[in-house]
Structures are given as structure tokens and as C-alpha cells.
């Protein structure tokens, strides 16, 4: 029954109610441009993008996510490994909008200039980026609707409405309702005397207009917000005899809403999804131990309340709703997503992972053998590594020889010492278990945890305080700089000598996504590499400046300044009739001065074959600036992730392996490292990686001057070349062979003995 108050509440505050949704409104529509003026704006954007000799990192990205949302649509793979990809799609454009849009925001909010590689300034770029966003979001949707849905049945399952269910069923789902959900379930009101509730990121929330019941006027009208709880399953799933059912949990909340607002009329009910601005950066701190730490998770905690970039919503969303969330948020139809069928692609991934469907998950191949170990697993690691240097490349040669190599070091007396650099780990990490056990043991343990990695700064920082109280020797990261290099160093002392043993690599140290990822690494005891990894730990972890690495190339000095060294020596050679080339493998091709010598190089007419998974800035293929150079991009059932520099070098190829990309970020704001391969074997192995990569006709991209991509095809009579099946299967004489940039070595060979017959017909005269 209404209250004594209710009659002060209705007389005296009720024109303070009516401005909840009033305030919001615009006062009057803004007059629409022209046509032929919005029609003249995008083409002049348009034209600005194309002469650009660069192109926009964002709209490449956009390029690539493309490229994944293409697994998705192939016919050729299994419904669930497309329903996989389709999910990458959505988390991916996730971090996307967190990271590279709220990065946008940052500029566009406190009025700050930015001029895009695309030659646009801040806010056309905008425009032309978010038309570019919701034309791929569309995409999305007609992959979910049109090509993965009508497939569900067939496959013993659906995503159903809730009058798609019969009676019994509906009683077992309304008292899940009642007996957990309900329970979990808080509305936020939102009016003259309530603030309006800070609304989390990632997770669905419905929007509930409501009335005073009988009323139909819209000052009696009130918000609330009611979010869903994210340690809810996604979907209540109900089995039949032939078919297993997966309800939506907004469809079960919605259905009961009414439970949670008694005694008044539901107006609107709509779900809605955002996305907050999640880049930050840090100002730098003396007291790294306590200030730079509270500092991060001071940072950590503002990511939450970050200014929202991105809104999925209803279709048929209440227009006061939607006209009240974008001006509470200052965002307008740009940032709006309607989503006319599953709010967050990202919950595919209960499904895929359902026990049910465990035997129509495509298998993998097991790992075999590295080319340099008969086996996987060996009595004593340290042995063989005296022997010979050993390339691992994943997940083709399992993650088992690091582990082991980490955990017999753990528990071998003869060892002294453990460094090691961490920025990504896998959870219930076997990594942090070995450093634990060592530290037990009485070793010195050094480990630098980057507690700055994105998204994973709050799981570094735990693992890292377990092995600071462990008594290992923590460094939480270098100031400003990210450490992304991936180096292991042991130190063992063998009675009449005291050797090092080390493991460089281009992926972190993460027994799951070695699974996943294609990664190269080194396992080795050469002096020359243990040395300048013992001196690249003196830099990172104490004051030392070395004058000279024999193997290692290192940012934030010195990495971009030799990479242009060697590009130029390969122009040099092309210029002087010698042979040259330059073969790249990285996962993002961003850096300006990178990417200026690369055209530099192409027009002295070296022959540059670029392999780019990601978003690259050079455009290829453009008259007079860079002919010679190709671009393609590998996607596929693994994330291509390993980094390889070839140089031709007149045919005596130098090839360095490592952690980072061609971007500013890596050459000035982390701490990366590049290791050059020296020993034959191993260098031909990378080069038969990259011989491989270029060959392949099965997950390529070409790269097209637009900065669009055509997939390739297999050609007619030729056998299709899946580098993700093939490289199971590489044998070592095949890869002894390999040759780059054997064409153009023979041309430069014919035009030399030409040249030598014209002399010696002049000398003859």
C-alpha cells in the first residue's frame, strides 16, 4: 500500500522526475546535411586515404579482424572451429575499441591534434573509422545469422526463445530464476535522488523503464538499471533426447523482471552492452616497490570507470533510453551498435567448450620432435644443449623442452642461478611452480614481471608478490618502458668450469598459448649468447650501459638504427648489381622510418617480401615508391606469432629471430631484444619458416596498394600448402635446401657473365 510519504513524493518532486528523461532530449533535431555534401565529405576522406603513401593502423586492423571474421564464414571448417573464430572477432574488436578507440578519445576529449597515417585529422578520422566499424559489425551479424545459425540443429543444439520450451521446462526455468538469479539481481535506480550507477564494462545490462501502475504519463516514469551477474552461466541449457537447447540468461530475466519491480507497469525493458576507454598510461615513480605498484592498480581501477567508447544494443531499443545513454555518456549514433541477434559473440565460447560437444571439436596434431632432439622429453636437457644449439618452433614442437629445462634447473644442485623476463603467464603456471621450487632450493632466483602487460597487469602482480615472498629477487619492469624480450639464463656450476645455459625466444613463457601461437625459440649454451644475455640482465635489472652485443640487437637504443643499417646495406648491394633482398616475418609493420627505408630499398630495387599477420602501414605495390615489395598475411588455425629478419647479403643470409615488431612501441617505449642465428642448421630452419610462409596457398592474404586483401587460391594443377598442417611434417634435408631470393640471385649471376663476355670481347679487339 502507498505510504504517507508517496503524496509529498508525487506533488513536490514531480517535476524534478519528469527531467530525467526531459533533460536528455534535444530540444530540437539538428538539420541534416545535404547529400551531396556527405556524398562530397566522404569522398574527399576517401581520397585522402588513397594518396597517403601510409596507411591508417586502425583501418588495417580492421583489415586484419576481416581476415579472422573469414574463417568464420568458411564452409570448409567445422561449425564449431567457425563459432571459435567468430568469438576471436568479437574479443578482438573488444580490446580494439578499449584500447585503440579509447585512445582516439583521449585526444578527441581534451582537445588534442592527431594526424592519422591516413592523412585525416581527429574527427573526420573518426567518422570514417566508425563507418568502417559498423559496416564489420554487420558482417558479424550476417555470419552469426545467416551462415552459423541455420547449422545449429544439425548439430544437436539450438539457442532458443523462451516460447520455443514446454510447460515442465518452463517451471524448471522459472525456479532457477527464483532460486539463483534472483538472488543475484540488483536494479539501480537512476533519479533526482540516485546517482546514476557506474555501469561495468563487458557485461550485459537491461535498462528498465517503469510507471506508477495505471498511469500512462511520462513524468510518472523512472530508470533503472539491472546488471547481469558475469558469474552466471550465459546460457541455461535444457537437454532433450536428440538435441541439447541453450536459453539465453537475458531471455530468463527478462521474462521474470516483473518479480523485481512489484506493484508498477514495465514500460521498456532492453539490453545493452559497453565498452570503456581502457588505455592508460603511467607517470613514472622513484619508489617502485610501493608507489609504481599502487599506481597501477590506481590505473587498473580507473579502466573500470573509463569513458564509454562503444554501446551494443536492441534493435528496438526505447528511444528515451537511448537518447538519455548518449548524452549521460557524450556519444552519439557513431558509438551505437544496434545488434539485431546475440549481444556478445564472446559467450560462443560456453558453448564450444560444452562437454556435450567434446567430440566434434576438430583434434590437433600432437607436437613432434624439434629437428634438433629425437624426442620431446630427455634425461638431461643440459647435455644435449651443450652439444648443439636447438630451434623450437610451436606449437608444431611442444612447449616441454622449456619446462623441463626450467623445472631440472629447479631441483639440480649444480645450479646456481635463474634470470628470467615474464610478461604473459599461463593460469596454474608450471613456469612460477619451477621458480617457487628453485627459491626453495636455496638458488638465486631473478625475475623481471612486467606488471605492465595489458589486461593481465592484476595476475602479474600476484604471481609476482608469490615469488617475491618465495624470496625470489623481483624487478617490477624498467619505468615507462614495457619489458616484452623473452630470455631465460641459468648459471650451473660443473665442477672445473661454470657454464650458462639459455632460451631466447619470440613468445612468452605461457604453457597454453605455446598451444595456440606460432613462436620460435632458441635453446642454447654459446658463450656468445649466455654472455650478452648476461649483460642485457645487468641492464634491465641493475645500471649498465654495454658498449656492444656480439648476438643481440636491443630497443629501446639501438634496434630501429641497426635495422636500417642492414636495409640500407641490402639497397647498397641492389644499387651495385649484387644480389640483395629482405624477408620479414612480424605482426605488425607500423614504424614511419622502418617503412621509409623499406621504399627507399624497393626503389634501389631490392626485392622485399614482407609477412604480415596483423595491421601494416606500408602500402605495397605503388609505382615509383614500392614496386618490388609484397605484403601477405597468414591466418589460420594458429595465431602467427613468431618474428624472423632475413637479409640477403650477397647469399651469405643474415637471419635474426626475437620478440618484437616494426612499431614505435618497440623500438622506443619496450624493452625488446633480437637474437641473431648463427649456427647454420638453425638459420636454415628459419629460413625454411619464412620459405614456407610465402609459399603457402591455403591461409595467405595478398596485400593489395588499396591496403584491401585477396585471399589466394590454389592454382590449377598446383597442391595446396597449409604451413599450419605442413611444418608437422618438415624433414631435414628439405630444409637444408631452402633457398631465398634464388631467382634474383641468378639474374645478378647471368648479368655478371654477361657482362664478362662484353669485357673480354673489348679486351680481344
Known sequence: MPGPLDSIYSNEKKGRLTNIFSFFKNPKEPVPMEDSKLISSAEKANTLVQQSDFISRDLSWLKFNDRVLDQANDGDRNLFDRLKFLAITASNLDEFFSIRIGSLYNYLDFGKERLDYSGLREIPFRKLLMKEIHDYVRRQNECYTNDLMPLFARHGFRIIKLDEIT??????????????????????????????????????????????????????????????????????????????????????????????????????????????????????????????????????????????????????????????????????????????????????????????????????????????????????????????????????????????????????????????????????????????????????????????????????????????????????????????????????????????????????????TSRLYTDTGLLTSNEEYTHDISEFFNVITGHSIPSEYQNLITAPRYMRIKLIELIQKEAENAKAGLASGICIKINSLEDRDIILELYQASQAGVPIQLIVRGMCCLRPGRKGLSENITVRSLVGDFLEHSRLFYFHQQGEPLVYGGSADAMVRSFDKRIESLFKLVDPKVRQQAIHILYFSLQDNVNAYEMQEDGSYVKCEVEEGADPLNIHKAFYDVKLEDVMQTRLFVKEEAENIEVETQSEVVDEAKADE
Open 167 to 512: 510447460g515442465k521446462e518452463k517451471d524448471d526455468v522459472e525456479e532457477y530464476f527464483e532460486r539463483t538469479v534472483y538472488p543475484m539481481l540488483t536494479p539501480m535506480l537512476f533519479d533526482y535522488t540516485h546517482a546514476f550507477p557506474v555501469l561495468l564494462a563487458k557485461v550485459l545490462v537491461l535498462g528498465v523503464i517503469t510507471q506508477v501502475k495505471g498511469t500512462t504519463t511520462e513524468e510518472d516514469r523512472k530508470l533503472s538499471f539491472v546488471q547481469l551477474p558475469l558469474n552466471l552461466p550465459r546460457f541455461y541449457a535444457i537437454e532433450r533426447e536428440e538435441e541439447l537447447l541453450f536459453l539465453p540468461i537475458e531471455a530468463i530475466v527478462r521474462e521474470y523482471i516483473h518479480k523485481l519491480y512489484r506493484n508498477v507497469d514495465i514500460v521498456s525493458t532492453n539490453l545493452f552492452r559497453i565498452i570503456r576507454n581502457g588505455d592508460f598510461s603511467l607517470e613514472e615513480s622513484d619508489d617502485v616497490e610501493s608507489d609504481f605498484i599502487d599506481e597501477i592498480k590506481q590505473k587498473i581501477k580507473s579502466r573500470r570507470l573509463g569513458r564509454v567508447v562503444q554501446v551494443s544494443v536492441d534493435p528496438d531499443i526505447n528511444p528515451d533510453l537511448l537518447n538519455l545513454i548518449k548524452k549521460r555518456w557524450e556519444i552519439d549514433d557513431h558509438n551505437v551498435f544496434p545488434i539485431d541477434g546475440l549481444i556478445d559473440y564472446t559467450s560462443l565460447w560456453s558453448i564450444i567448450k560444452h562437454p556435450e560437444f567434446k567430440d566434434q571439436i576438430p583434434t590437433v596434431h600432437p607436437p613432434v620432435p624439434p629437428l634438433g632432439l629425437e624426442r620431446e622429453r630427455i634425461p638431461d636437457i643440459f647435455e644435449v644443449m651443450k652439444e648443439r644449439d636447438i630451434l623450437l618452433h610451436h606449437p608444431y614442437n611442444n612447449f616441454e623442452p622449456v619446462l623441463q629445462l626450467l623445472e631440472q634447473a629447479a631441483e639440480d644442485p649444480k645450479v646456481l642461478s635463474i634470470k628470467l623476463t615474464i610478461y604473459r603467464l599461463a593460469k596454474n603456471s608450471r613456469v612460477t611452480e619451477a621458480l617457487l621450487h628453485a627459491a626453495e632450493n636455496g638458488k638465486h632466483v631473478a625475475v623481471l614481471f612486467e606488471v605492465k602487460a595489458r589486461f593481465d597487469e592484476e595476475n602479474n602482480i600476484k604471481e609476482a608478490q608469490r615469488l617475491q615472498k618465495a624470496g625470489c629477487f623481483v624487478i617490477y619492469g624498467i619505468g615507462l618502458l614495457k619489458t616484452h624480450t623473452k630470455l631465460l639464463l641459468i648459471v650451473r656450476n660443473e665442477g672445473n668450469r661454470v657454464l650458462r645455459y639459455a632460451h631466447l625466444s619470440s613468445g612468452n613463457y605461457n604453457e597454453d
